[in-house]
């Protein structure tokens, strides 16, 4: 399994890869790819879902832990890039957040009122960093992007900017995750608190998964992008 980045390929069948991986099946349902994948290949599903191959392989690779490919300029790749990511914002926003905010607050349930407060500060801290994160690329990087995209090239923002301010949201939902097993007075594991801490964990590995396709596929091909002057076929 840990090999599992050589078949990252557009011949590769996807439901091996599925298999092989489940955090690749996180990749599919943010494109709505379901499963009952048959002997379907990468570059199949990809095509039915009219999203661009070599993002769909980047995409994955990233995820699973392993190297992208060349960087790609096309306007399908680098549209394909963006599609993916605004579905990421959707789905933590509509579903992994507020599914982890019923879950802390059950658990304050539990607590002395100071822990809660404190527990609750935390989170709605994290909340606030995750959501400007989100609006900074929803309403200036992606923008920019799709600007450059259409051929409109001269702004005084670069993509170089972007990875060079790259929040690290990722570090409060740790802390999070530290106070929650380091300072609560909890007298055993409850299945309650299990489940926020197996919760946290899977949302710390999925923003770190979504930062590294933001750096390792996103910025490379947008780069490209603005040396070859936009509006790249």
């Not at 661009?52 to 392989?57: E, P, S, V, W």
């Amino acid at each position: 399994m840990s090999n599992i980045s050589i078949g990252i390929t557009p011949q590769a069948r996807a439901a091996d890869v599925v298999m092989a991986r489940t955090a690749a099946a996180k990749v599919f349902m943010l494109l709505d790819i379901g499963l009952g994948l048959g002997e379907r290949t990468l570059a199949d599903v990809a095509r039915q879902h009219e999203f661009d191959t070599d993002a769909l392989l980047d995409i994955l690779r990233v995820t699973l832990d392993t190297e992208p490919g060349r960087p790609a300029s096309s306007r399908t790749f680098i549209g394909s890039v963006l599609r993916f990511l605004r579905q990421s914002h959707l789905h933590f926003r509509s579903a992994r957040i507020p599914a982890l905010r019923a879950a802390i607050m059950g658990l304050e349930e539990g607590l002395p009122d100071r822990y809660g407060a404190m527990l609750s500060r935390f989170f709605d801290s994290y909340i606030n960093d995750v959501d400007e994160h989100f609006r900074f690329e929803e309403l200036t990087v992606f923008p920019y992007i799709e600007g450059l995209l259409g051929g409109q090239a001269g702004s005084t923002f670069s993509i170089s900017s972007f990875s060079t301010n790259h929040t690290n949201i990722e570090q409060k939902l740790h802390d999070l995750k530290s106070i929650l097993v380091k300072h609560l007075p909890l007298d055993g594991i409850s299945p309650l608190c299990l489940g926020v801490l197996v919760q946290l964990s899977d949302l710390e590995a999925d923003l770190n998964a979504h930062a590294a396709i933001e750096d390792a596929v996103l910025t490379p091909a947008v780069a490209l992008l603005e040396q070859k002057g936009g509006e790249h076929v």
